[in-house]
C-alpha cells in the first residue's frame, strides 16, 4: 500500500507536469505554424490538441487510476479471503482500464490525423495561390517578395521542427525516471513472486503477481500519455510540413 500511495503520487504528478509543458509548448509550436502559412491548420489544431490533452489527462486521474485502484482492493481482498471471492470484478476492472486507455488514444490520434490532413491541404493551396498572385500582380517587386516569402517561411519552419524535436526531448525526460521506477517495481514483484513460489502460500504468490500486473497497467497508463504527447507534437511538426509539400 506504501508503494502505490508513492506510485499514484508520483503519475498525477507527472501527469499533471506533462499537461503543463503542453500548454506552454503547443501555442509556440502554433504560433511557427502560422509564420510558415498554415493560418487555417493553426486555428483548427491549437484548441483541439490543447482540449484532448487536457481531457485525458483528467480521465487518467479521475477515472482510470481509481479503477485500478479498485481492481487492486478488490484482488487483495480475493486472496486473503476464503470467504469473498471476487477475483473476476477485480480482472473486469483492469481489464475495463486498458481498454479505455487504448479507445481514448485511438480516438486521440485519429481526430488530429483527420483535422491536420484536411486543413493542410487547404493551407497549402491558399498560400499557393497567394504567392503566384504576388508575383504576378505586383509589378517589378513581385517575384522578389514571392521569393522572399519563400525563404522567411523555409527558416521558420526549420526553427518550428527544431522546438519541437526539443519539445520530445523534454517529454522523454519528464516521463523517463517514473517509467524506470514502475518498470522496477513491476520487475521486483513478479521476481518475488516467482522466487517464493516453492516455500510460500499459493495466495501469497497469486497476490504478488496480481500487485505486478497492476504495475503493469499503472506502467502502460504512463507510457501512453508520454507517447500521446510525443505523437502530438510529431504531428503538429507533420501538419505544418505537409502544407509547404502542397505547396
Not at 479521475?62 to 484482488?75: A, C, R
Not at 476464503?82 to 485511438?106: A, E, M, N, P
Request: aromatic letters at 6%.
Amino acid at each position: 500500500m506504501s508503494n502505490f500511495a508513492d506510485i499514484i503520487k508520483l503519475i498525477k504528478d507527472t501527469i499533471q507536469n506533462l499537461v503543463g509543458f503542453s500548454h506552454t509548448l503547443i501555442p509556440i509550436l502554433i504560433t511557427l505554424m502560422m509564420t510558415t502559412g498554415n493560418i487555417t491548420s493553426a486555428s483548427v489544431v491549437q484548441p483541439i490538441l490543447l482540449f484532448l490533452i487536457t481531457f485525458i489527462g483528467n480521465i487518467i486521474t479521475t477515472v482510470l487510476l481509481p479503477l485500478t485502484l479498485v481492481g487492486t482492493t478488490l484482488s487483495i481482498i480475493s486472496k486473503i479471503s476464503d470467504r469473498v471471492q471476487i477475483g473476476k470484478l477485480s480482472k473486469y476492472f483492469k481489464s475495463t482500464t486498458v481498454w479505455i486507455l487504448g479507445v481514448t488514444l485511438t480516438l486521440f490520434v485519429g481526430i488530429l490525423s483527420l483535422e491536420g490532413t484536411l486543413s493542410s491541404s487547404v493551407d497549402g493551396i491558399t498560400a499557393k495561390t497567394a504567392k503566384v498572385a504576388v508575383s504576378n500582380f505586383i509589378p517589378v517587386v513581385g517575384k522578389i517578395l514571392g521569393d522572399a516569402v519563400d525563404t522567411v517561411i523555409g527558416c521558420s519552419n526549420i526553427l518550428k521542427n527544431a522546438v519541437g524535436i526539443v519539445g520530445v526531448i523534454i517529454v522523454i525526460g519528464i516521463c523517463i525516471v517514473p517509467i524506470i521506477k514502475l518498470t522496477i517495481l513491476m520487475a521486483t514483484y513478479y521476481l518475488v513472486s516467482a522466487v517464493c513460489e516453492p516455500i510460500a502460500d499459493e495466495k501469497i504468490i497469486s497476490l504478488l503477481s496480481q500487485i505486478g500486473d497492476t504495475f503493469k497497467i499503472l506502467l502502460a497508463t504512463l507510457a501512453a500519455i508520454c507517447v500521446m504527447l510525443i505523437i502530438g507534437i510529431t504531428l503538429v511538426i507533420k501538419i505544418s510540413n505537409s502544407g509547404l509539400m502542397y505547396r
